[in-house]
């Protein structure tokens, strides 16, 4: 582990200073230094601080680097296991680690990839690891092995974990005591016929379950009484997050009185309370659960960045301190000791890839853990500024630009990178892919067009069915801007995008012909009606989410008419898609269709397959790929 000691704080805040003034580049840095994985995701303490776990690639696949931090030797603990990454890790006492683990696998029959979760405990003293749930009756067909509900904070010998069992001819959740030394679980609670979840405490107490007939009508049970109901068909901004710190109540999500969703206290004998958090223009963007309890701790929010706000005043003195030391950068507290003494922060910016350091408050000392992408300096990267516009109609759009680093911002050649989702947002974060292709003189440009999440309700619902409509003049608008600003070249424009943002990108081609001058699809979606039945079963609360987004709910022929690969015939520029081998979130029949289809139409296409990666791109070999690809077809079309 690399550690860099300072005095205090105050120096780190100098040191990170001088990195963001200083000069130039002399090279521009190679598309392997932005392909390769972040040298670390995150990072927790052991309860009692002794343990550090990382989460950090070996071998070009995520595995946990257990460090001993009271012991002489440097060199890590390695937890892997074989074709499979890290995902996340859990402490459960001071000694022992829960390692979970994923992989995408082939259904043994149909041969689809599905998703599968393994969860392990590993004892440090013992140097043992158990498999959790591995007698369970269903674990072997289970593909979500790790569905921990409770870590029962107060139980060093147990936690809590779910399964999907088959009673008769019903498939129903039932709740399971396990043992993490040997790894042997033990059912506690049957789930009803239409349970899909279990409300629990977490100490080992099980306070109450949700239910969620056929139509998605949802009911809440506390105590064995029958107190809050829900509709989650078309999604619901109503959830349950968990008890609050003290348990005095819960914390829920719900929408606030100007439409952003915000986070309230709640009871099930007094219903909702006060305001835990609420904004007029932004949503919650997540909510923050203590590492062992999964109690309500805080919440953050994005407006240009990310923010965050502790509801206990102790630990907002922390997160203020180190975001006055950390100062243009956003700071995430990642884990914490029991002892609030010792804590794992997270500091990035647009310019400042991820760094995570240990924070130890009686000294004020910072240790660097590690840097994610230790030989990319910030005078290597573009600069990042908002860009808000209006929509034709009105509507005030959000969004960002990034430039090339020593260009003047004109007449630039334009890269369009919608985010996916639809569901999702860009901001002024490090994004390793926009900084790729800015760094090869480019401009970027990000837009938060309707339909994108963190700005309330109605500014979600207004995409609904504007796919092939509304969602694409949003764009148009914002690049129109740049042109008519002199900012960028109108003959060198080209659209590119990953998942929803690759459906964005063929959809700008075809429905978009003559503003592109290209367009690169990373899994994208072109066949709609696909998309929906693969996506999810026929009344599933995902199925009814996104018929609601593409506008089937109300049009059923919206599946055909915003469906890129029902109009290969209006293509007049050069497609390149690009699409993983195991994808399992938009299978790879996404991409073989659309480029069927253009070819069928005569239309000039490429197609690249990442072998054995996934939507995700967990592989730095393929990041590498697909940066390289990308950058050959943007050279061929719109470079200098």
Same mark, same amino acid.
């Given at each position: ?399 960002? @630009? ?6 003047? /911002? &004109?007449?630039?050649?334009? $890269?369009?990178?919608?985010? =996916? +989702?639809?569901? *999702? ?56 801007? @740049? ?6 070249? /109108? &003959?060198?424009?080209?659209? $590119?995008?990953?998942?929803? =943002? +690759?459906?964005? *990108? ?65 293509? &007049? ?68």
């Amino acid at each position: 582990m690399k550690f860099c000691r300072a005095a205090g704080a105050a120096l780190v805040a100098l040191a990170i200073s001088l990195l963001v003034t200083g000069p130039a580049a002399a090279e521009v840095p190679s598309l392997d230094a932005f392909g390769a994985l972040p040298q670390a995701e995150f990072a927790r303490l052991s309860p009692d601080g002794r343990y550090l776990a990382v989460v950090k690639p070996i071998d070009g696949r995520e595995k946990a680097a257990i460090y001993d931090l009271a012991g002489t030797n440097a060199k890590p603990q390695l937890i892997g296991m074989q074709d499979a990454m890290v995902s996340d890790v859990f402490w459960k006492s001071n000694t022992v680690a829960i390692v979970v683990f994923h992989a995408n696998v082939a259904h043994k029959y149909t041969k689809n990839f599905r998703s599968s979760t393994r969860a392990f405990a590993i004892d440090m003293a013992t140097k043992k690891a158990s498999l959790l749930m591995f007698d369970a009756p269903y674990f072997k067909k289970n593909y979500l092995g790790s569905a921990i509900v409770d870590l029962v904070a107060d139980q060093p010998g147990y936690l809590y974990m779910a399964e999907v069992d088959r009673k008769d001819v019903n498939y129903v959740v039932d709740l399971y005591q396990v043992d993490v030394a040997t790894g042997h679980a033990s059912q506690i609670l049957g789930g009803g016929p239409d349970t899909v979840a279990f409300v629990t405490d977490g100490f080992g107490h099980v306070l109450g379950r949700v239910d969620q007939d056929w139509n998605l009508h949802n009911t809440v049970t506390i105590g064995g009484r029958e107190v809050y109901q829900f509709d989650s068909k078309g999604g619901t901004a109503f959830s349950i997050e968990g008890l609050l710190a003290d348990g005095s109540a819960f914390a829920v999500e719900r929408p606030s009185s100007s439409g952003t969703t915000g986070l309230y206290s709640w009871t099930a004998a007094k219903g909702f309370g006060d305001a835990l958090w609420e904004n007029a223009n932004y949503d919650v963007e997540g909510v923050i659960g203590d590492e062992r309890t999964g109690r309500v701790i805080g919440v953050t929010y994005v407006d240009d960045v990310t923010r965050t706000k502790y509801f206990d005043p102790a630990m907002q003195r922390i997160q203020d301190l180190m975001e006055k030391t950390f100062p243009g950068q956003s700071v995430a507290i990642m884990s914490r000791d029991a002892a609030n003494k010792t804590y794992v922060i997270q500091t990035q910016g647009p310019k400042n890839p991820p760094v995570l350091s240990r924070y130890t408050s009686d000294n004020h000392q910072m240790d660097l853990i590690e840097e994610a992408y230790p030989t990319l300096k910030p005078a290597d990267l573009g600069d990042v500024k908002p860009y808000p516009y209006k929509a034709r109609d009105g509507l005030d759009i959000r969004a960002y @630009l990034t430039l090339p680093p020593g260009k003047a /911002p &004109k007449n630039l050649p334009l $890269v369009v990178f919608p985010h =996916g +989702g639809p569901e *999702a947002r860009d901001s002024m974060a490090f994004d390793w892919w926009a900084q790729a292709m800015a760094t090869r003189g480019y401009a970027v440009f990000q837009p938060n067009f309707r339909g994108s999440s963190g700005y309330g309700w109605n500014f979600i619902t207004a995409g609904d069915g504007e796919w092939a409509g509304k969602v694409q003049t949003d764009v148009q608008d914002g690049v129109q801007k @740049l042109i008519a600003d002199g900012t960028v070249d /109108p &003959k060198r424009i080209c659209i $590119v995008g990953a998942s929803y =943002g +690759g459906y964005m *990108a063929l959809a700008g081609a075809t429905f978009s012909p003559d503003l592109y001058a290209c367009a690169v699809s990373f899994a994208g979606v072109s066949d709609l009606d696909r998309g929906v039945e693969e996506g999810s079963s026929w009344e599933s609360e995902a199925g009814s989410i996104w018929r609601r987004r593409i506008g089937a709910d109300k049009d059923d022929s919206k599946l055909k008419t915003a469906a890129p690969k029902n109009f290969a015939d209006k293509v &007049k520029i050069p497609v390149l898609l690009v699409h993983s081998e195991k994808d399992v979130t938009v299978p790879i029949k996404q991409s073989e269709v659309e480029e069927e289809a253009l070819k069928h139409a005569g239309k000039p296409v490429e197609f690249v397959t990442l072998d054995g990666d996934d939507h995700y791109l967990e592989f730095g070999d393929t990041r590498t790929k697909l940066l390289k690809e990308v950058d050959r077809f943007l050279a061929a079309h719109i470079g200098n």
